[in-house]
């Protein structure tokens, strides 16, 4: 980063400047347990998704990593509730589970620093694959005979303030790992 160039205006540059070049399921996991149709009704749901820390080729100007998305349900317990485990904590133990990962690719003209391009993958990565996962998640829940909720629409948002310069959403964000809705709420 330049003197002057403050990190919102090298953020921004990368968002102008990147395209996607591709996207590809690079593996699947899908398992259903014994216990799944006597243990739905009150199960939890949880979903979530994390990107690895991205490689970028300064020859080719391509910034490429992998997302895992993951989407399970388990008996309905007080640990998870209670704060004794993580819900990532019980994935293990789930009753329903889909997981996927995806190569992810963008082409990335001009120079940029590091940070910046993990930054742009971190946030862009995981969005830009979501709607494959949905459509993933709805296809194999639909061939297992499964009644899945769908999972929600991601919407991104990144306020920047006039004097102050990026402000990170993940500083206002949840936890990584959202409880899954049923479709009647």
């Known amino acids: 980063m ?6 919102s205006d090298a953020y921004n540059k990368v968002v102008e ?7 590809v ?8 347990s014994h216990e799944f149709h006597a243990e739905e009704e009150n199960a939890d749901r949880f979903i979530d998704q994390m990107a690895s820390r991205p490689h970028f080729d300064e020859h080719s ?24 485990k993580t819900p990532g904590q ?16 963008f082409k990335m003209p001009g120079e940029h620093n590091r940070d910046t391009l993990d930054t742009f ?30 999972l929600p629409i991601k919407k991104l948002f990144h306020p920047v303030k ?13 936890s990584p790992i959202e409880p899954l809705r049923s479709r009647e709420e």
């Open 90 to 105: 019980v994935f293990g133990d789930s009753i329903f589970s889909i997981e996927a990962k995806y190569g992810v690719v």
């Open 121 to 150: 993958f971190e946030r862009m990565a995981p969005f830009s694959t979501w709607p494959y996962f949905r459509g993933h998640v709805a296809q194999v829940a639909a061939e297992s005979g499964i009644d899945f909720p769908i």
């Open 61 to 84: 100007k391509l910034l490429m990593g992998e997302v895992r998305c993951r989407v399970w349900m388990n008996k309905a317990t007080d640990s998870v509730r209670d704060g004794e």
């Open 2 to 7: 330049s003197e002057g160039q403050s990190a």
């Open 162 to 174: 006039s004097a102050g310069g990026y402000v990170d959403p993940d500083e206002q964000a949840q």
């Open 17 to 23: 400047r990147a395209s996607l070049e591709n996207i």
């Open 25 to 32: 399921l690079t593996s699947s996991s899908f398992n259903v």
